[in-house]
């Protein structure tokens, strides 16, 4: 059973910083490559950054690149958000994905964690 748990949301003022977390099973986090996604009230689900399971390559969605960052503890099976320079148009419900192609596309994500709330005020 493929288990993704989020943790670290919460509320920001713009500006600020937030590291988010997600603890996978240990299946997951050898097999799969991990990404991040948001989804804002009214708006589609919309990727945020993935990182390869082999070779810890990363990508980015345009609007976090330079702020965001992904990253993977292979000691801990975690992968990691880190947010700086948060914005209210960041404010969303942020999802840890697993998937078998690294890649964007929200359709190609097989397992999917409950979601962490961001919050960031102006």
């Known amino acids: 059973q493929v288990q993704l748990v989020e943790s670290g949301g919460g509320l920001v003022q713009a500006g600020g910083s937030l590291r988010l977390s997600c603890a996978a099973s240990e299946r997951t986090f050898s097999r799969y490559h991990m990404a991040w996604f948001r989804q804002a009230p009214g708006k589609e689900r919309e990727f945020v950054a993935a990182i390869s399971w082999n070779y810890g390559n990363t990508i980015y969605a345009d609007s976090v690149k330079g702020r965001f960052t992904i990253s993977r503890s292979t000691a801990n099976n975690t992968v990691y958000l880190q947010m700086n320079s948060l914005k209210p148009e960041d404010t969303a419900v942020y999802y840890c994905?697993?998937?078998?192609?690294?890649?964007?596309?929200?359709?190609?994500?097989?397992?999917w964690g409950q979601g962490t709330q961001v919050t960031v005020s102006s």
């Open positions: 994905a697993a998937a078998r192609t690294f890649t964007r596309i929200t359709g190609a994500y097989d397992y």
